[in-house]
């Protein structure tokens, strides 16, 4: 008898032609061009590095929070204003005062008025009322009381005023171990406010409704 021929198995048949039509697909859409990308619509990778790159393009960056200063922000003039919130030792506030006071008698004029010498006084007295220490500004007020600017300045106008200043100095230099200054010499000592920056230059006190007056 004549063997009759094997008969193929369905299954492998479905299964062989399925494997063909995917790979003909896949051939086919390889060869087709890119499509268009659309607006918002990410375009598709061609390589594992641009997809990561994409990846990393798409994911949200993280911005690290600003430091905070670790100083106060610097301005034109920092530095200077900082030094001049360093506190202010008696010498150097004592120095200023007399510089002050020593110049304020300076330029009053010999026969001052009588705005002038009521000024003058009142200077005086507010120094021993709000000059900033305590120790400092109870001792001038004993000065001020035992010897009353008021009567110098009556008496001898400028030159009292002059006179008054240095000797109220010689007290406070007494007390703190300092050696006395010569009073005549006063006038050399504190010759006024020079006014140009020359060295030769003085200024006067304007008197009441005049307007400031310069001496050679």
Request: proline share 11%; hydrophobic share 40%; with cysteine.
């Amino acid at each position: 008898m004549t063997a009759s021929p094997t008969q193929p198995n369905p299954l492998e048949v479905l299964s062989s032609a399925a494997r063909g039509a995917a790979e003909a697909i896949t051939t086919a859409l390889a060869r087709l061009p890119p499509l268009p990308a659309f607006p918002g619509t990410p375009r598709r990778p061609s390589s594992p590095s641009a997809a990561a790159a994409a990846a990393a393009a798409a994911a949200p960056t993280l911005r690290a929070a600003p430091a905070a200063p670790s100083s106060p922000p610097s301005f034109p003039g920092a530095r200077r204003s900082q030094q001049h919130l360093q506190r202010v030792s008696k010498d150097e506030l004592g120095r200023a005062t007399w510089t002050l006071l020593h110049s304020v008698a300076a330029a009053l004029p010999a026969a001052p008025s009588r705005l002038q010498r009521r000024a003058f006084c009142q200077l005086v007295h507010s120094l021993a009322e709000l000059y900033p220490c305590a120790e400092c500004a109870d001792h001038f007020g004993k000065i001020v009381d035992a010897r009353p600017p008021e009567r110098a300045v009556a008496a001898e106008g400028g030159g009292g005023a002059r006179q008054w200043c240095c000797e109220a100095h010689n007290d406070v230099n007494e007390r703190a171990g300092k050696p006395r200054f010569d009073c005549s010499l006063a006038a050399a000592r504190w010759a006024g406010l020079d006014c140009d920056g020359d060295g030769n230059s003085s200024c006067e006190l304007a008197g009441p409704g005049a307007a400031p007056r310069r001496g050679r």
